[in-house]
């Protein structure tokens, strides 16, 4: 469902081994609307809902908002550490178009 380069498990092993109950806690990521192109990808280390889709990459868990798992299927996330711009990088094969911060998008029209 969702891939993650091995420079991102790594950052996101380090900061979920800093957070308080690292044993519980995932990086757990959901859509919102917002942002300049119309949805926008939140994240966050804490504890995953009970209804959230849990992916392990070794000792990473992400967890997934269950009602975004199609917007978000084959998504990449990657981490980047740049002078000007360092964070994790959503690349969704779902979006027609993103904003120049790469926070928001604008999803694909599903044929019908």
Sequence with gaps: MIKLTDTA??????????????????????VEKGGCAGMEYQMKIT???ETDIIIK?????????????TILEGC???YTDDLSDSGLKISNPNAARSCGCGTSFEPKIKEQ
């Design 76 to 78: 990449s996330i990657d």
């Design 47 to 49: 504890q995953p809902k």
């Design 57 to 69: 990459f070794g000792e990473v868990r992400i967890s997934i908002d269950s009602k975004d798992t």
């Design 9 to 30: 498990v790594n950052h996101l092993k380090s900061l979920l081994s800093s957070s308080r109950e690292p044993e519980k806690n995932a990086l757990r990521l959901w």
